[in-house]
């Protein structure tokens, strides 16, 4: 069964500070991992990996996909209050998406 | 059209009553999929239809669940005889059809059974 691990599941610090997400995975037949930030209702796209070692970055949030060692992390550099959310790992077979439960990110001002 | 639509936003039902749950895509998105999300946990893949064809469900989607999408646009998600169980959130997404896209979700419909 396919399986998803993200780590920590939750984590409080100080706007400023830099943050780094996992997410491990066991899937067959891989094709992409993606993140999703979710705050109070639906999941908002952040990326999607389809190649290891290929950084993709928007703004302050960059991740970065190991297909050998099958994890990928999401980091977030000079957190703000607004970057408060749940970070949803998801990877893709096929026609389906399997989530992580989640990590839990507070910044406190 | 702005994204995934979802009607409606809450519902509140009694046990052993029947719900219906609506979703309108991205209009350029044949793809359509419904997920569940209960409290703590990341979403659960419940179905997907390409176009009006629902290609794939999965386990957890009972015999009392059923999902059609019958034009390929809009899709509905039925649950018959809800149990206190079926308390969740449930998301609806839609993507291109073309390789894996990202998936686009919508605002989610919270039901609460009581």
């Known amino acids: 069964e396919d399986k998803v691990v993200q780590s920590p599941l939750s984590l409080v610090v100080h706007e400023g500070d830099t943050v780094t997400l996992n997410c491990s995975y066991e899937?067959?037949?891989?094709?992409?991992l993606l993140w999703y930030k979710q705050e109070k209702k639906a999941p908002t796209f952040l990326f999607m990996l389809?190649?290891?070692?290929i950084e993709k970055k928007s703004g302050r949030l960059s991740s970065i996909l190991d297909k050998k060692e099958l994890f990928s992390i999401l980091n977030i550099t000079a957190t703000q209050t607004g970057d408060s959310a749940i970070y949803l790992c998801?990877?893709?077979?096929?026609?389906?998406?399997?989530f992580g439960e989640g990590t839990q990110l507070t910044v406190n001002p | 059209d702005t994204g995934v639509s979802q009607n409606p936003r809450h519902k509140i039902t009694k046990r052993g009553q029947n719900v219906t749950f609506r979703c309108d895509p991205i209009?350029?998105?044949?793809?359509l999929y419904w997920y569940r999300q209960t409290l703590g946990q990341g979403p659960e893949f419940l179905t997907y239809?390409?176009?009006?064809?629902?290609?794939?469900k999965s386990r957890l989607l009972s015999d009392r669940f059923s999902a059609e999408r019958p034009k390929g646009s809009f899709s509905t998600l039925e649950i018959q005889r809800t149990e206190q169980g079926d308390s969740a959130m449930y998301l609806c997404?839609?993507?291109?059809?073309?390789?894996?896209?990202?998936?686009?979700f919508g605002q989610g419909t919270r039901l609460t059974v009581v």
């Open positions: 997404a839609s993507s291109y059809e073309q390789g894996f896209t990202e998936a686009f």
């Open positions: 998801a990877v893709g077979r096929g026609s389906r998406l399997t």
């Open positions: 899937v067959t037949n891989f094709r992409s």
């Open positions: 239809f390409q176009n009006e064809a629902q290609l794939e």
């Open positions: 389809t190649s290891s070692g």
């Open positions: 209009s350029e998105h044949n793809r």
